[in-house]
């Protein structure tokens, strides 16, 4: 996997001593980093944190301190001079971070969760704009989805935009394709979908008689003054002729 992924576990707070003005922090943070299945890249971080100032880091690639202040420096010299340090620090990418990356790995990144996809029309052609189809992926995980239109089968290149995959902030994604287009009769308009959840690829086809939603707005509040004036009639004609049955004609001399 290209993505660089990280386990990071932020440790009590060890010390805070609060003074009459300023308030001092020191804290430690653990990361695991990984960016291969088998983990045979995963790297354990110790970072050492003061007043949100890193002066202290281990690495257990480079297996050795590394510090960024003076303090910081004279720290990393003693330590890095401590086989038994060293050691126990190395041992943490074992005992530490491997297991929690398996676990990781078997219950988030190894998930794949199939997209709902659908096609709607943000507007029918007309004499000087064409139409235009947008395709919309829903809730797919993880990230890594490609969207492709099909015309009778055959991809279309040209008039196609698609925005970025959009996280929806509870793991999920969505992402929507628009495509441009002068219709056709008896042609068949497709969206294909190809991701990880479903690798044989997801295709929905565009069913023409589906009217956008102002297309629809506009036939439902006509169909509704239709219904109206119906009813307007009928109520009249009742009217009318119960008032005509009440009636007594008087012939005319």
């Avoid at 060890?14 to 009459?20: E, F, G, Y």
């Avoid at 979908?193 to 044989?200: G, K, N, R």
């Avoid at 929905?204 to 506009?218: G, I, Q, T």
Wanted: net charge negative.
């Amino acid at each position: 996997m290209s993505t660089l992924y990280s386990l990071c576990i932020r440790a009590l707070i060890l010390l805070t001593v609060l003074s009459d003005i300023d308030g001092y922090l020191y804290h430690t943070q653990r990361e695991c980093r990984f960016t291969s299945r088998d983990l045979h890249d995963i790297e354990f971080i110790d970072r050492h944190i003061f007043n949100k100032l890193e002066f202290l880091r281990y690495n257990s690639t480079l297996n050795a301190y590394i510090g960024y202040t003076k303090i910081g420096v004279a720290n990393a010299e003693r330590a890095n001079a401590d086989p038994t340090e060293l050691s126990r620090q190395l041992s943490q990418r074992d005992r530490y971070c491997k297991p929690n990356a398996e676990t990781y790995y078997s219950n988030i990144l190894n998930k794949a969760v199939e997209p709902s996809v659908e096609i709607v029309s943000s507007h029918l052609a007309t004499s000087k704009h064409p139409a235009m189809l947008v395709c919309s992926a829903y809730d797919f995980y993880p990230q890594g989805i490609k969207v492709t239109w099909l015309r009778d089968g055959m991809e279309m290149t040209s008039d196609v935009t698609s925005t970025e995959e959009l996280a929806d902030g509870d793991w999920y994604y969505q992402i929507h394709s628009h495509m441009e287009y002068t219709p056709k009769s008896g042609e068949t308009i497709s969206c294909k979908v190809e991701h990880s959840s479903v690798p044989q690829g997801k295709v929905v086809n565009w069913d023409s008689s589906f009217l956008p939603e102002a297309e629809r707005n506009k036939v439902i509040i006509g169909a509704s003054a239709l219904v109206l004036g119906l009813i307007i009639t009928i109520a009249g004609v009742v009217y009318y002729k119960k008032k005509s049955t009440g009636r007594i004609l008087v012939p005319s001399s």
